[in-house]
């Protein structure tokens, strides 16, 4: 059992940064494939970004390449999103997921049924 908690989330202006946090306990952090996903009000929740077990391999949505940055921090049981160059289009609650099984592609392409969910955290950014 996984239990993921996201934090940092909060109200940023056009063009500003900001970092969210998703903090693991309860399992083998190093086990997972670790993603993030956002859901805006009246859209479905779409992939953001995701990382390999290790670290090493990531992958990004085409409207996060260039902008956000996935990593990973296995001693921590943490895995991290820093968004730069933040547009209105951004807003929406970010969720971090988890999965033992999936790869970092499989997790973007096939969201559906990955193992664990955190509650998520509200990202505004302002025009």
């Known amino acids: 059992q996984v239990q993921l908690v996201e934090s940092g989330g909060g109200l940023v202006q056009t063009g500003g940064s900001l970092r969210v946090s998703c903090a693991a306990s309860?399992?083998?952090?190093?086990?997972?494939?670790m993603g993030w996903f956002r859901q805006a009000p009246g859209k479905e929740r779409e992939f953001v970004a995701a990382?390999?077990?290790?670290?090493?391999?990531?992958y990004y949505a085409d409207s996060a390449k260039g902008r956000f940055t996935i990593s990973r921090d296995n001693a921590k049981n943490t895995v991290y999103l820093q968004m730069n160059s933040l547009k209105p289009e951004d807003t929406a609650v970010y969720y971090c997921?988890?999965?033992?099984?999936?790869?970092?592609?499989?997790?973007?392409?096939?969201?559906?049924?990955?193992?664990?969910w955190g509650q998520g955290t509200q990202v505004t950014v302002s025009s």
């Open positions: 309860g399992s083998t952090f190093s086990s997972y494939t």
């Open positions: 997921a988890a999965d033992r099984t999936r790869g970092i592609q499989a997790m973007g392409v096939v969201p559906n049924g990955l193992d664990y």
């Open positions: 990382i390999s077990r290790s670290g090493a391999s990531t």
